[in-house]
T-cell receptor, first 111, second 111 residues
Framework: EAEVAQSPRYKITEKSQAVAFWCDPISGHATLYWYRQILGQGPELLVQFQDESVVDDSQLPKDRFSAERLKGVDSTLKIQPAELGDSAMYLC?????????FGPGTRLTVL | SQQGEEDPQALSIQEGENATMNCSYKTSINNLQWYRQNSGRGLVHLILIRSNEREKHSGRLRVTLDTSKKSSSLLITASRAADTASYFCATDEGGSYIPTFGRGTSLIVHP
């Protein structure tokens, strides 16, 4: 069964360092989402792509976060510099027929 | 911002009992979806119910939707210890087709 792939699964970094997360959606899924989930809360949308274009990045802290999906397939989310408050689970999802399929997530810890 | 709010925040039951979780939302929606998340993992899609539907079943799961009350419920019948997880509802606000998640209900099923 096709799955959304994410790497790394875990990342520990020091504040002010740069981090990057990678997502490979299910083949053929044009819509891709990045979410941030703080412990004990629901996922919050950071950015939505349709193919290589950004549809919604209104909740993305653009002073430090960037996201790209250059060829409309896999995607990278970057944080530079990381802050203590960025510690969270970063989830990637792709969508088909209004159903989202989530990857396993990347757990980021900023020290 | 979080559109849906689940209730209760936490639920603890014995194996074999039924579990009911509720979700309330604020604006008109196209679809409402329920997801399960095991500790530290990605989200798994359970059921999608459209705004013109009132009830859907999938195995031991039953979802109802009352658009007049802007609420939905998820019923898990004959619960099992493996059902222990957090359950989230996600709604798309007013035609956006961008799922927005609530804070979730943490369900513990004791064997």
């Amino acid at each position: 069964e096709a799955e959304v792939a994410q790497s790394p699964r875990y990342k520990i970094t020091e504040k002010s360092q740069a981090v990057a997360f990678w997502c490979d959606p299910i083949s053929g899924h044009a819509t891709l989402y990045w979410y941030r989930q703080i412990l004990g809360q629901g996922p919050e949308l950071l950015v939505q792509f349709q193919d290589e274009s950004v549809v919604d990045d209104s909740q993305l802290p653009k002073d430090r976060f960037s996201a790209e999906r250059l060829k409309g397939v896999d995607s990278t989310l970057k944080i530079q510099p990381a802050e203590l408050g960025d510690s969270a689970m970063y989830l990637c999802a792709s969508m088909s027929k209004h159903e989202q399929f989530f990857g396993p997530g990347t757990r980021l810890t900023v020290l | 911002s979080q559109q849906g709010e689940e209730d209760p925040q936490a639920l603890s039951i014995q194996e074999g009992e039924n579990a009911t979780m509720n979700c309330s939302y604020k604006t008109s929606i196209n679809n409402l979806q329920w997801y399960r998340q095991n500790s530290g993992r990605g989200l798994v899609h359970l059921i999608l119910i459209r705004s013109n539907e009132r009830e859907k079943h999938s195995g031991r799961l039953r979802v109802t939707l009352d658009t007049s009350k802007k609420s939905s419920s998820l019923l898990i019948t004959a619960s099992r210890a493996a059902d222990t997880a957090s359950y989230f509802c996600a709604t798309d606000e007013g035609g956006s087709y961008i799922p927005t998640f609530g804070r979730g209900t943490s369900l513990i099923v004791h064997p």
